[in-house]
Each structure stands twice: as structure tokens, then as C-alpha cells.
């Protein structure tokens, strides 16, 4: 086993991987089994007795996890959404969560449809700023639900201060890493208590699978809870995908950066754009997040959002004008998606209706550009 100081590039590879003993296999196979065999004494020396509890394939991808987050223990689940479900399960009833205002929408659904008739209360904060997160605290308040970047307007907000704020008053601090991807912040290291992905964006990158992960740190104090979530509530992910998340991960830091250089550069084209009225994107100098980006992690990332001049219609002609763009939501594969977000979120959405998401591939930036640029024409400029 690689020792822990190597480079996330190289963890990234190596951890939780192993030559297999018996065959010589470079690449690890997949352990499709459900049960495992039992000693004469009724023991498991080999550590492993049922799937749902622990698989090979999922405690290598565990393993690997853990290591890019820095974290001691990484959980898996079958999705993001049931990795989310899993944290907010840590909750008893009479408890309050403060969120990010514009934290994934699934997230926020599922605190109000789901989380509220469990007697779990909560409300949407501005987690950019510190002090009006202070203020939404309540006695009853026992978790932070952090994104940042959040999504689709990219704010930053600032890991380290609100992980100080946590601890001063009792609250788990959870932070959605899946925009920023462990290649560019790593919040256990600003202090945050759980790190949560959805691992079907940026870590699977290739819009092939779906999957989730909770990790924290060694003094977590409730991760005994959490693995029981895993094991007894057994919304854990198949063999097959831990693998092929496995495989995903050994491209991850190449993969990440490049999407986040195209998706800066598409940011800075688009904000000389005259059909354009505003990019949102933290490696933009005027993005009201750049300098804390800067401070805090890398301020890249392979997802932008901006608003065109005119209404919701203009947006929804432009994401229908695109050949190379497809019109899809999630993030995070090597293929480039447009969407217009206020339409996925529905009636609540607080996303500005002329607003559209990009997510960045790995297409060269010229062939992107050109395919944007033609949609845009659409739009009479003022
Ligand atoms: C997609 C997404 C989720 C939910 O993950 P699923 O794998 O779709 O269940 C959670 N958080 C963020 C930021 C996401 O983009």
C-alpha cells in the first residue's frame, strides 16, 4: 500500500489497488459475489461475508476514496442522492439543518419531502456569508449542509470559517465536494466534518454510472452510525460500478484540470460576448468568489453557468441551437452538456430563468466555442 504522502495523481492510481495474488492481474477483477465462504468455526478470516455489508470491489474503491479526500473512512453508496440521505439519517427528529441557498436541488428536495415529516426542519442560508449563517442558527440547529462551489451560480463559500463556526456551536459540518472534485479542495483539510460526493459527476466522469460516498475524518464521532446506514439500510452500489468508478478515478486529476482550463477560457470568451449579460465562473477575476477561490482551493472548476440578454424563451433557443452541447442534465463526463437549469428544478427554482448551464468535456475548446457561438446568434444584441 502506497504511503500516505504520495500525490492525490498517484493515490489516485494506486490506493485500495493490488496485483491479484492468485492470477497476477494487474487490473483488479470484480467481485460480483454476494456471499462469501465460512470457516468450519463459523468465522470470516477473510473478512468479508455478505455484499451488503462489505464487498472487495467497494472496499478498494473505499480505500481510494478516503485517500484523495484525506479523510480516514470513505462510505459508498448507490448514488449521491442516497449518500445525502445517509448524512441527514445521522439526525434525530426536532433537529434543524441550515443549507446552502443554492445548494443541488435533490438536496434541498429532499430535506423538504422527504426530511420535514421526520420532525427534521430546515432553511436555505447564504453560506457565502459567515455571519448570516450565524444568525440562522438555532438551538435546535445540529447540521451545515455546505456546496461550494454551489451550483449553478458558483458561489465560494469560505470552508474554514464555517467549519470554526460549526464547532463553536455543536453543528456536523457537511460540504458537497462534487463540483470541486478532491483535485481542487479538499474541505477535511479546512476542518468541515463529512465530505460527500456524488461520484456519478467529475469522480465517474464518464456518465456511465451512478454513485455516492460520505467521508470523514478519525474523530468523527458518529461513523459507526453511518456504516450501519450502509450495511442495514443497503442502498450500497453494485460491484461492477465500484469498479468502473475505480477505473475513472486513475484519470480523475488529468481529466478535472483540463475541463476546468476549457471551462475558464470558455468563461472568459463568453463575458466579451455581446449576447451575454453575465458568466458565472470563480476563475473570472469579477466573480464575487475569486479571491476566497484563490485562497481556499484552486479556483477551477469544469462547470459555468451564464444568462443571455432576453428572457427564458431566448435562453431555452439558444440550448436548442447547439450540435456539439447536448442538451442534458448532470456534470462532470467527457462529453460537453448544456441545460436550461431553472426548467430541471421546476416551480421553486430559484435559478434565473434566462440562465444556462455548461458542463465542460474534454472536445477541444475551438470546436466549443464554434458551436456556441452559433447557438448565440439567436440572440438579438442590445
Ligand atoms: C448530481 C448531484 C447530487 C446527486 O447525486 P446523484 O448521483 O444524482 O444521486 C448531489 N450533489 C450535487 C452537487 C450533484 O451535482
Avoid at 451545515?144 to 467549519?163: F, K, M, R, V
Avoid at 478515478?249 to 449576447?275: C, E, I, K, N, Y
Wanted: glycine fraction near 8%.
Amino acid at each position: 500500500m502506497p504511503p500516505k504522502s504520495l500525490h492525490p495523481d498517484t493515490l489516485a492510481i494506486h490506493r485500495g489497488r493490488a496485483v491479484d495474488k492468485s492470477t497476477g492481474a494487474v487490473t483488479a477483477p470484480i467481485h460480483m459475489s454476494s456471499t462469501f465462504e465460512r470457516d468450519a468455526d463459523g468465522d470470516y478470516p477473510r473478512g468479508f461475508s455478505y455484499s451488503r455489508q462489505a464487498n472487495p470491489t467497494r472496499h478498494s474503491l473505499e480505500q481510494c476514496l478516503a485517500a484523495l479526500e484525506k479523510g480516514s473512512e470513505a462510505v459508498c453508496f448507490a448514488s449521491g442522492s442516497a449518500a445525502t440521505m445517509a448524512v441527514l439519517q445521522l439526525l434525530q427528529p426536532g433537529q434543524h439543518v441550515l443549507i446552502t441557498r443554492d445548494a443541488y436541488h435533490g438536496t434541498r428536495h429532499q430535506l423538504k419531502t422527504l426530511f420535514a415529516h421526520w420532525g427534521i426542519s430546515h432553511d436555505l442560508v447564504d453560506t457565502t456569508q459567515v455571519a448570516a449563517v450565524e444568525k440562522a442558527i438555532r438551538p435546535e440547529t445540529r447540521l451545515l449542509w455546505i456546496e461550494t462551489p454551489s451550483n449553478p451560480l458558483l458561489g465560494i463559500s469560505d470552508l474554514a470559517a464555517l467549519a470554526r463556526l460549526g464547532q463553536r456551536h455543536g453543528l456536523i459540518t457537511v460540504c458537497d465536494n462534487t463540483l470541486a472534485t478532491p483535485v481542487f479542495q479538499n474541505p477535511l483539510d479546512a476542518g468541515i466534518d463529512l465530505v460527500v460526493h456524488s461520484t456519478t459527476k467529475y469522480l465517474g466522469g464518464h456518465s456511465d454510472l451512478l454513485g455516492g460516498v460520505v467521508i470523514h475524518g478519525p474523530d468523527f464521532s458518529q461513523a459507526e452510525q453511518l456504516r450501519e446506514i450502509q450495511a442495514s439500510g443497503g442502498a450500497v452500489p453494485a460491484p461492477f460500478d465500484c469498479w468502473l468508478l475505480l477505473r475513472s478515478l486513475s484519470s480523475l486529476g488529468v481529466r478535472v484540470r483540463a475541463q476546468a482550463a476549457s471551462a475558464a477560457d470558455l468563461a472568459r470568451r463568453l463575458a466579451a460576448h455581446p449576447a451575454v449579460s453575465a458568466v458565472f465562473h470563480p476563475a473570472l477575476p469579477e466573480h464575487p468568489g475569486h479571491e476566497l477561490a484563490k485562497q481556499q482551493s484552486v479556483p477551477d472548476c469544469g462547470l459555468l453557468s451564464f444568462t443571455v440578454h432576453g428572457d427564458r424563451q431566448a435562453a431555452l433557443d439558444v440550448v436548442a441551437g447547439t450540435r456539439l452541447f447536448t442538451r442534458a442534465t448532470s456534470l462532470g463526463g467527457v462529453e460537453s452538456l448544456i441545460e436550461h437549469r431553472a426548467s430541471i428544478e421546476g416551480k421553486d427554482s430559484p435559478t434565473p430563468g434566462n440562465l444556462i448551464r455548461l458542463s465542460i468535456g474534454l472536445e477541444h475548446i475551438d470546436d466549443l466555442w464554434q458551436d456556441l457561438t452559433e447557438a448565440l446568434e439567436v440572440i438579438s444584441q442590445p
